[in-house]
């Protein structure tokens, strides 16, 4: 099928499109809905702080520094969480079980950000993991 | 000195995913097979690709047929590579002053919904600008509108793989690292290829045809047998981000008008692609700062805080396009064809393969394995639609449970199961080695060992394609020493050449890196440097 006959039959669809909005308007979609069709794909949307901090956590290097201040997050060495986990966070419910067990407590988490030599949110990180792992 | 290898019905030269998926679907026919690929699986074309499986509804602009072709097979691929494949779903957004307006843009998506069931994926949807920023929270003020779309997402590295794999299964052989010098001749007739095998030797192997799958290389290969293929190549840039960025997938407009996208891969996002004519060294393709500021710039309009993100690397393939007069490139057709130089040349028992998209390999392969045995005279019909890749057939565990299973952490059983699905457990055959070594792609000695082990991987950048070695935010720094290790262990490499292994591979990403290095990128790179600072002969 050539370019015409494509173009014309794109025309006849647009032609269409445009009875059937006049007629009936636009159906209403919500974007519950469009998470809901991908619930199976876990495209759960970050919320606008964690957005916000994304740029912030890619800065690290993983120079395991924070980890001589807080070792683990639960069964998780404390670097590979903005290095490895916060990487795809549509895989983090999979990933749940490791994220069982000790919480270090915001305090800790934040003297270990205080060294990090790129200043990586660490304790927002720890937050959205277990949030997104959990949800 | 040359040796003589042992004679075959086929030799395919190239190993990119079409290829492979060629050497596949001959073996599945009884066809003896040799595969050849000059680098490693899916290194060239194939692997700097968009890794989409997508039907492309912006050519039903121009061609149907290459829309419904490309979603049918797309189907199937869907159907053969379960776990290597996830679904993308596209936030098609529109902001004041694009080229298409809501009504336009939907009533494309509205054709395209036709097609959408061929491949198992739900119709569009449309949606107000404030719904898709709750949706996509990182899209602009200014996105009036959107609609959503469906396509797959898939690692054509491990696609490639998983397509040699079945093809070796199924009694082919196939050899990376082993460049074709020639091909063999008698007379006008092509009777086989010389290549350097990857210990250095050179070895003849005979067969009663060869087909040319070297995707940009194919004109150098016809030449070698004074037959020609007439591409237009075009070369494409993508952009790596060290992690998901958005959720969704999202379109944008460039300044000239195309469309580039953001992808989220898994772990990584890709932005791309450009799309321009190519002139140069196939071998020396760079990533030129324009190309990457072009990206960017389109990427920024909808998505206003790309500059704040993290470039990881970036990529440059050059797609081998059929030749066309006059079309710019993007509106190029994605047609394939299939070369009989008997016909074309006067060269009997030399195919090639060339053009279409990685979305059609596996029909390509079927169309130039029928072309092929019907010269040879065999009879067998293709199977690969249907017979599922290896990893792809039975059952596969769940994370956690694999990961109990073996002392694993889940994360890393994740990884392991995209990639090796209901074969995983076979991969941590030995369990002493579930400590992670590449700690940003969650990857386990274990996995790292069987590659070397058990899928050709002969170098780090082997293992970068075959396992996502050093694929993260920390490109390395923290895990090539300690993967020369495991690698060397199985391929009896001393110190020396675990160190030469190293550097080699920090040298060729250094390459892909420089050209997207912002400061937190810098600040990698001087961790890097840091820690080789002893190093005999520097780094």
């Known amino acids: 099928m050539g370019r015409r006959s494509s173009l014309v039959r794109l025309g006849w669809a647009y032609a269409r499109h445009q009875l059937r909005r006049r007629f009936r308007g636009p159906l209403p979609a919500h974007a519950q809905d469009v998470l809901n069709t991908y619930a199976e794909d876990r495209l759960q949307p970050l919320t606008l702080s964690e957005r916000g901090q994304l740029p912030a956590i890619s800065r690290c290097v993983n120079c395991g520094l924070c980890a001589l201040v807080v070792k683990r997050v639960g069964g998780v060495r404390l670097a590979d969480l903005p290095a490895a986990y916060l990487r795809d966070y549509t895989q983090l419910a999979a990933a749940a079980t490791d994220l069982e067990g000790g919480d270090p407590g915001t305090h800790a988490l934040l003297s270990a950000a205080a060294v990090c030599p790129v200043s990586v949110p660490l304790a927002e990180v720890a937050a959205a993991v277990r949030r997104l792992g959990a949800s | 000195m040359t040796g003589l290898d042992s004679a075959q019905d086929v030799v395919v030269i190239g190993g990119g995913v079409t290829g492979a998926g060629l050497a596949r679907d001959l073996a599945l026919r009884g066809v003896s097979v040799l595969l050849l690929e000059g680098g490693d699986w899916a290194a060239g074309t194939s692997g700097a690709s968009s890794w989409m499986i997508h039907g492309g509804p912006r050519y039903l602009e121009y061609d149907w047929d290459t829309t419904r072709q490309s979603c049918e097979d797309a189907g199937h691929i869907v159907r053969i590579a379960r776990h290597l494949i996830h679904r993308c779903v596209f936030l098609l957004p529109v902001l004041p002053g694009d080229k298409l307006g809501i009504e336009r843009l939907e009533t494309a998506m509205e054709v395209y919904d036709r097609f959408q069931p061929l491949k198992d994926s739900h119709p569009h949807v449309r949606l107000s600008g404030a719904e898709a920023r709750l949706l996509e929270p990182g899209l602009s003020p200014r996105v009036v509108a959107a609609v959503t779309m469906e396509e797959w997402g898939v690692d054509p590295h491990r696609l490639a793989w998983a397509n040699v794999l079945d093809a070796v299964r199924a009694g082919a052989r196939a050899l990376n690292h082993s460049r074709v010098e020639a091909l063999l001749r008698d007379g006008a007739t092509v009777i086989g290829v010389r290549y350097r095998s990857a210990d250095g030797q050179r070895v003849e192997a005979r067969a009663k045809a060869v087909v040319n799958a070297a995707g940009p290389w194919a004109p150098e290969v016809a030449a070698m047998a004074a037959a020609a293929v007439s591409l237009r190549p075009a070369k494409g840039v993508h952009i790596v981000y060290d992690r998901r960025l958005s959720n969704f997938a999202i379109s944008a407009e460039a300044v ?261 290095l912002d400061r937190w990128g810098w600040a990698q790179e001087e961790l890097a440097y840091g820690a080789r600072r002893g190093w005999p002969g520097g780094h």
């Open chain 2, 256 to 516: 000239d008008g195309r469309e580039v996208v953001l992808v989220p891969h898994g772990p990584i996002t890709l932005l791309g692609t450009t799309d321009d004519d190519y002139y140069g060294d196939l071998e020396a393709l760079e990533v030129l700062p324009d190309e990457v500021d072009y990206l960017v710039q389109a990427a920024e309009r909808t998505f206003p805080d790309i500059r704040r993100h993290r470039p990881a690397r970036a990529t440059a393939g050059v797609r081998p396009t059929l030749f066309q007069w006059r079309p710019n490139e993007d509106r190029l057709s994605r047609r394939f064809e299939v070369f009989d130089h008997e016909k074309s040349d006067g060269v009997p028992g030399l195919f090639t393969i060339a053009g279409g998209k990685l979305s059609m390999y596996r029909l390509m392969a079927e169309v130039t394995a029928d072309a092929v045995c019907s010269r040879l005279g065999i009879e067998a019909g293709c199977a690969t639609a249907e017979r599922p890749l290896p990893g792809a057939g039975g059952l596969a565990q769940q994370p956690h449970e694999l990961a109990a299973d073996h002392g694993i952490s889940a994360l890393a059983a994740a990884r392991l199961l995209k990639r090796h699905g209901s074969e995983a457990s076979e991969v941590l055959e030995d369990d002493r080695r579930g400590r992670l070594v590449c700690r940003c792609e969650a990857l386990t000695e274990a996995e790292l060992a069987y590659s070397a082990r058990r899928e050709q991987v002969r170098t780090l950048a082997d293992a970068f394609r075959r396992v996502g070695l050093a694929a993260g935010p920390c490109a390395g720094t923290a895990c090539v020493d300690r993967a020369a290790q495991v690698i060397g262990e199985q391929l009896g490499w001393n110190q020396s050449q675990r160190r030469d292994a190293c550097r080699e591979y920090l040298v060729g990403a250094w390459r892909c890196r420089a050209p997207v």
